[in-house]
């Protein structure tokens, strides 16, 4: 069986490199939340890759080579900035 | 010198943005098992603080992976939200580290050029003693396979404990990470917390050497690959009877605060 952290395979490195944006640059995402199919066509992702990543559908991700965590936390820090309120309740 | 000091400590950072899928009592349970550690450290006089943890995919990307590696810049800075830190870097010791640990045939990466992973400001926005001391980040590959083995962490952690012992500075040595969590995967609402138990039992017992001969799939199937920085804290404390100052499992993650006497 397939490690829950699998090795990351080249083809996927498009990918992997714009999940690694989407959570550390906040100008990338920034750019993302304004225009995400602009974004994603620019970050040279194929069909598919942007298809999994429009509905953050992780099963998709993980089939299209994403490294798992980064789509974690690319999905939370995008949580952050669309919904900032929902943080520090406590 | 002798350590003074020895712990492990979670990084989750729920436990810093407090968003409202947490349970509150919890999370406040963590922070008061933060403070505590940050009380003995203050007790416990380090002139500078090493910490053991994991990249989460931060500093390091895929241009390059190191398995283990040493900061040995004059500071560090990162942020996770609105938050910023910055903390000095020991760099005399860091570079200590990474010229001996060569030396002694632990082929560590170095960088003086790196973005704070939340796996070490997160444990040090909670136990950093006042007035802060400077740190020394140590890197451990946990989230990019392969990952260094078990076995291996546990050597580094010896080594780390010679080197350590040789040099003048009173060192506190933390681990961050941990326990079982599965971020972005589908097993992320069910941790094994019943590994966790058996684990933190055999610590309790002075079993930490144990740990040197777990897998890299083991790790990996109880949501522990993250246990690796706490193997090498291991290595470097031995077979030391641990204190659980606490064990608090969330939905998503079990959180433990340990402590070993040095």
């Given amino acids: ?19 690694f944006a989407l959570k550390s640059d906040d100008a990338v995402r920034a750019r993302y939340l304004g225009d995400p199919e602009a974004t994603m066509r620019e970050a040279g992702l194929d069909g598919e890759a942007i298809a999994a990543l429009r ?36 | 010198m002798p350590l003074v000091y020895a712990a492990a400590l979670p990084h989750t950072p729920q436990l810093l943005v407090r968003p409202e899928t947490e349970d509150r009592d919890l999370v406040l349970r963590v922070h008061a098992a933060y403070a505590t550690v940050k009380g003995e450290i203050a007790a416990a006089r ?53 010229e001996q640990g060569i030396d002694r045939g632990f082929d560590l990466a170095y960088s003086q050029d790196l973005p704070l992973d939340y796996a070490f400001s997160v444990p040090l926005h909670f136990a950093m003693p006042d007035p802060p001391r400077p740190i020394v980040p140590l890197y451990v590959n946990v989230y990019l396979p392969p990952q260094p083995t078990p076995r291996r962490c546990y050597a ?23 326990l079982s969590h599965y971020p972005g995967t589908d097993r992320y609402a069910s941790p094994d917390f019943e590994w966790d138990r058996q684990l933190l039992a055999r610590l309790e017992k ?57």
């Fill in chain 1, 1 to 19: 069986m397939e490690p829950h952290y699998f090795f990351p395979p080249a083809r996927a490195y498009p990918l992997n490199r714009f999940l």
């Fill in chain 1, 55 to 90: 509905d953050l559908d992780r099963d998709r991700l993980v089939a299209c080579g994403a490294h798992p965590y980064l789509i974690f936390m690319a999905g939370l820090r995008l949580r952050m900035s669309r919904e900032p309120t929902s943080f520090e309740r406590f």
């Fill in chain 2, 46 to 98: 380090p002139d500078v603080i090493c910490l053991i943890a994991g990249d989460h995919i931060e500093g390091f990307f895929l241009n390059a992976v190191p398995a283990l590696a040493v900061f040995v810049g004059s500071e560090i800075s990162g942020t996770f939200d609105h938050y910023r830190f910055t903390f000095p870097v020991h760099e005399p010791l860091g570079r200590a580290i990474v």
């Fill in chain 2, 156 to 178: 580094w952690g010896q080594t780390l404990r010679a080197i350590l012992d040789a040099r003048p500075e009173r060192v506190a040595l933390i681990a961050s990470g941990g």
């Fill in chain 2, 206 to 262: 002075g079993r930490g050497s144990e740990t040197a001969v777990l897998t890299g799939d083991e790790l990996d199937k109880a949501g522990n690959v993250e246990l690796r920085t706490w193997i090498t804290l291991l290595g470097a404390v031995g077979d030391a009877k641990a204190r659980v100052v606490c064990y608090e499992p969330s939905w998503h993650h079990g959180n433990a605060v340990v402590t070993w006497p040095v």
